[in-house]
């Protein structure tokens, strides 16, 4: 095993450690002490070993997912936008293309600020009425390019949590 951990027990530190049990391939969190007599001396080393190859696998798959998520919404051809607390928390490239302007600078703002004048009163309506949970339902809106042009987008909010709090995509 990891016979340098052992040694630092010795020295009275108390380390913790991962390892891999082969062929097997199990996973295991170990926690090492000193082992004390009745004066206070280290004579000894004890520890604990938890079988932690269910949590990693599960880590693991849910690291796959993230990743494989990020990537159908970062690459997806479709505008995919968040919002939490009525600003804008992440925004794909397809959005970020159609709109004209970097993430860095819808990330914190209204969606609504987006969209022409005329149409923000039924845009904010619209988000109110999703996150109060009436059922989605596409909704066209003129937005305002950074560059100054309109361009027409469907919008179809749907609301989810995220991070525990209510929020739409």
């Not at 097997?24 to 004579?43: E, M, N, Q």
């Not at 100054?148 to 991070?163: C, D, F, K, M, P």
Request: glycine share 8%.
């Amino acid at each position: 095993l990891q016979i340098k951990y052992h040694l630092l027990a010795l020295k009275g530190e108390e380390p913790e450690y991962e390892y891999e049990l082969q062929p097997a391939g199990r996973i295991y969190h170990t926690k090492l002490r000193p082992f004390r007599d009745s004066k206070g001396d280290i004579v000894g080393v004890i520890g604990i070993a938890f079988d932690i190859t269910e949590i990693k696998r599960a880590e693991t798959a849910i690291h796959e997912s993230v990743d494989t998520y990020r990537t159908l919404i970062e690459f997806n051809p479709e505008l995919v936008a968040l919002v939490v607390d009525g600003k804008l928390a992440y925004v794909n490239e397809a959005l970020r293309r159609v709109i004209g302007y970097e993430p860095t600078e819808m990330i914190g703002r209204s969606p609504v600020e987006f969209v022409i004048p005329e149409d923000r009163q039924r845009a904010g309506e619209r988000i109110r009425a999703v996150m109060a949970g009436d059922t989605p339902k596409p909704s066209e809106y003129r937005t305002i390019r950074k560059d100054g042009a309109l361009r027409t987008i469907e919008v179809l909010a749907q609301r989810i949590s995220y991070r525990g709090k209510p929020a739409l995509v």
